[in-house]
């Protein structure tokens, strides 16, 4: 497979079916494929293009005086709450999806909340941080996860749990909080630290899974 | 001569260059197209900006997608074979995910591969001085079964294997190989549970 042009110069994981010798592809390929390329570059650049910006503050449920970074992949605006003073660096993805019958799903980010680069929020029924909350880069946060089962494991999604993050807290870069854990207000989770239960009230947790430092 | 011109000629002018240096910048960030891999299935996605190196060493199957900066890293190294990727049908790689290849990487099909995913066939050595540069490893083959599923910051070693319907849990560090229907999770990563084969039950070990 490898090193070899496919049939017809686009290629497929389906080996030629009469193992004819194939003709070495042409740099260009032929005028029909450099249209369809073309086509396919443009709707894509298009298409992600448009996806990167953010919604206008009219469509979001709430807009503060809040300042989101281009690029920011974000699909259900009408769902996220975005008090005064946030600030949503480059690269975040706030996905909100209605996955479950009955539950409208919601994210609510509090006043003076600071999101890094690269965040990734994936909410399928409540996630709020609360005010004075600090997150770093490429932190990630959700209320569902994909269940062990491997033949449900692609479609399906977990029973979501909530996520709470209490005021003044501060999210280091790299974290991962799992569905159903609230941090506490004040609390320190440093670097790289996989949040897997409850975080209490000013405690420094670290490690994965994470632990209270003393 | 910039003081000739007027300023509706020079605004015009700025204007056009702005827009030659943003369509630059646009195509630059474009993935190679598909006639480049060695196999591109159907519905394959890449989001720009993902990243893809040597893509006639790269074969895609069908409904591949590949989110925004994900990066393939496959690289010729002097004196060893041409590297190989293969990612298998409906297999997707999320943000920031990247993949080092200079040997061998096989990824099953329906595998999920989460976000920041660092997947490895090579590691760095210690720079003793002689070299250039921090010396690289010869390439141990590193394959991931079918349905596998990689959650978020998992770093795969070289030279493991990661069994058909695998868990591996957030920030996972995989230093063994993984059993097909087994879930491990930590740092370094230790088996948890298993599936037993006659009941379907995931038994912790």
Same mark, same amino acid.
């Given at each position: 497979?490898?090193g ?5 110069g686009?290629?497929s994981?389906?080996p ?9 592809p042409?740099?260009r390929?032929t005028?029909r ?6 086509a396919r ?8 293009a448009?996806?990167?910006?953010p919604p ?12 989101? #970074?281009? $690029? /920011?992949?974000?699909n ?6 975005? &008090? !005064?003073? +946030? ?5 975040v993805?706030?996905? #909100?999806? $209605? /996955?479950?019958d ?6 609510v980010l &509090? !006043?003076? +909340?600071?999101v890094?680069?690269g965040c990734?929020?994936? #909410?399928?029924d ?14 990630q946060?959700?209320?569902t ?14 029973p979501?749990?909530?996520?709470r993050i209490g ?8 974290v991962t909080i ?6 506490g207000?004040g609390?320190v ?6 949040v897997?239960r ?5 405690a420094?947790?670290r490690?994965n899974?994470?632990?209270?430092v003393p | 001569?910039?003081g000739r ?8 002018r700025?204007r ?10 646009v195509d ?6 598909p ?16 990243r ?6 790269i ?27 293969t990612i ?5 790689i999320?943000r920031?995910?990247k993949?080092v290849?200079h040997?061998r990487?096989?990824i099953?099909?329906?595998a999920?591969?989460g ?20 010396p ?5 083959p590193?394959?991931?079964?079918d ?7 998992v770093?795969?070693?070289p ?9 591996v849990?957030?920030?996972a560090v ?12 930590g740092?370094?990563?230790r088996l948890v ?6 009941t379907g039950e995931?038994?912790p070990?």
């Amino acid at each position: 497979m490898t090193g070899r042009a496919a049939p017809g110069g686009y290629g497929s994981l389906v080996p030629d079916p009469l193992g004819r010798a194939l003709p070495a592809p042409t740099a260009r390929g032929t005028w029909r494929q450099w249209r369809d390329d073309r086509a396919r570059r443009r709707f894509l650049q298009r298409s992600f293009a448009y996806a990167a910006t953010p919604p206008p503050p009219e469509q979001w449920a709430k807009f503060g005086r809040a300042y989101v #970074v281009p $690029p /920011a992949r974000v699909n259900r605006p009408d769902l996220i709450w975005l &008090g !005064d003073g +946030v600030v949503i660096l480059e690269d975040v993805w706030m996905s #909100v999806v $209605p /996955a479950f019958d009955g539950i409208v799903p919601r994210l609510v980010l &509090g !006043d003076r +909340v600071h999101v890094g680069r690269g965040c990734q929020f994936s #909410v399928a029924d409540e996630v709020v941080i609360e005010d004075d909350v600090l997150i770093g880069d490429f932190t990630q946060i959700g209320d569902t996860s994909h269940p062990y089962d491997a033949r449900i494991r692609a479609k399906a999604l977990y029973p979501p749990q909530r996520v709470r993050i209490g005021r003044r807290a501060v999210i280091c870069s790299h974290v991962t909080i799992l569905p159903g854990v609230t941090v506490g207000a004040g609390a320190v989770v440093d670097h790289h630290t996989v949040v897997t239960r409850d975080v209490p009230t000013g405690a420094v947790v670290r490690g994965n899974p994470a632990r209270v430092v003393p | 001569m910039t003081g000739r011109i007027s300023a509706a000629v020079r605004r015009r002018r700025d204007r056009r260059a702005a827009r030659l240096q943003w369509r630059r910048t646009v195509d630059a960030l474009q993935p190679p197209p598909p006639r480049a891999f060695a196999g591109w299935g159907v519905n394959t996605i890449i989001v720009p900006p993902a990243r893809v190196e040597c893509p006639d060493c790269i074969a895609l199957g069908s409904e591949v997608i590949l989110h925004e900066h994900a990066w393939l890293c496959v690289q010729r190294r002097d004196g060893l074979p041409a590297p190989s990727l293969t990612i298998g049908d409906r297999t997707s790689i999320n943000r920031f995910a990247k993949i080092v290849c200079h040997g061998r990487v096989t990824i099953g099909a329906d595998a999920l591969i989460g976000d920041r995913v660092y997947i490895s066939d090579v590691q760095h050595l210690p720079w003793r001085g002689e070299e250039r540069a921090h010396p690289l490893t010869e390439p141990r083959p590193v394959t991931i079964g079918d349905r596998a599923f990689l959650g978020i910051a998992v770093v795969i070693k070289p030279g493991v294997t990661i069994g058909d319907d695998a868990y591996v849990g957030a920030g996972a560090v995989v230093h063994d190989d993984v059993p097909p229907s087994g879930v491990v999770v930590g740092d370094p990563a230790r088996l948890v549970r298993l599936r037993n084969p006659q009941t379907g039950e995931w038994e912790p070990v």
